[in-house]
């Protein structure tokens, strides 16, 4: 058991060393559309054949995400040059973009709590106080 858990912690730690790398890679590449990119994660499958890269955009269209998973793929053998350059590791993994969902997820919570509570302060009005109102004299 602990065995597995030192696997995992080193999946992670691998993970987040190549979305480190990657981020400084694409820092350097002079495109602008990559500007507004994000890399929010990288898995690492365990014998280092691929490794899903998870990015986002400042615009969570679909459209804008698409386009930024061709903009990546097209640069895919320099960042996979540099993750082989400054990874230290037996394999370079091969590299596959996806648009992170989990974005779209909590973009969606929050225009569901927003709603909520557009809910609330119109049929209750202004909300008040943590006791449910003001103290007497203030």
Known sequence: ????????????????????????????????RLALLTITGVEVDRDLAFADVYFSTVDLDHEVEAAAAQILQRHRRRLQSAVGSQAHVRRVPNLRFHSDDGMHAGARVEEILRSLRDEATGASGPPQGPAGGD???R
């Open 1 to 32: 058991m602990a065995g597995r858990r030192r696997g995992f912690e080193r999946g992670d730690r691998l993970g987040e060393l190549l979305r480190e790398i990657l981020a400084e890679e694409l820092t350097r590449i002079d495109d602008d």
């Open 135 to 137: 103290a007497p004299g």
